[in-house]
Nanobody, 120 residues
Framework: QVQLAEPGGGLAQPGGPLRLSCAAS????????MGWYRQAPGKQREWVAS???????NYADSVKGRFTISRDNAKNTVYLQMNSLKPEDTAVYYC??????????????WGQGTQVTVSS
C-alpha cells in the first residue's frame, strides 16, 4: 500500500503564490508518474499537471505559465508551485501517483485532497 500525504493548501490572494506538496510513503517498487488534479464545487475533477520519473512535465492549458510541477525522487515527493493565482483556481487539489508494485502490477493512488481558496 502507498499513502500520499498532502500538507499545505489554504487561502491565497488573487495574484499571489501558494505551494503544495505531496509525499508518498509505503512499500513500492517504483513510482512512475505523479501529478495533481483538482475539483471545484459542482464540477468534475480535472487534471492540472503531471511529471514522469524522468522529470518530464505537462500542464493543463488553464495553468500553463502559472503553475510549476516538480518532484524529488529521493523523497518520493511532488510539488506544485502555483503563482498568479486566480479565483477560478479555487478547488480541492488531489495528488496522484502511478506505482509499479513488486508483483509487477500498476496501481493508481490518490491523496486525501487539500483545499485551495483564492480570494481577497
Amino acid at each position: 500500500q502507498v499513502q500520499l500525504a498532502e500538507p499545505g493548501g489554504g487561502l491565497a490572494q488573487p495574484g499571489g503564490p501558494l505551494r503544495l506538496s505531496c509525499a508518498a510513503s509505503g512499500r513500492t517498487f517504483r513510482i512512475n508518474d505523479m501529478g495533481w488534479y483538482r475539483q471545484a464545487p459542482g464540477k468534475q475533477r480535472e487534471w492540472v499537471a503531471s511529471t514522469t520519473s524522468g522529470g518530464s512535465t505537462n500542464y493543463a492549458d488553464s495553468v500553463k505559465g502559472r503553475f510549476t510541477i516538480s518532484r524529488d525522487n529521493a523523497k518520493n515527493t511532488v510539488y506544485l508551485q502555483m503563482n498568479s493565482l486566480k479565483p477560478e483556481d479555487t478547488a480541492v487539489y488531489y495528488c496522484n501517483a502511478i506505482v509499479t508494485t513488486y508483483s509487477g502490477t500498476i496501481q493508481t493512488y490518490w491523496g486525501q485532497g487539500t483545499q485551495v481558496t483564492v480570494s481577497s
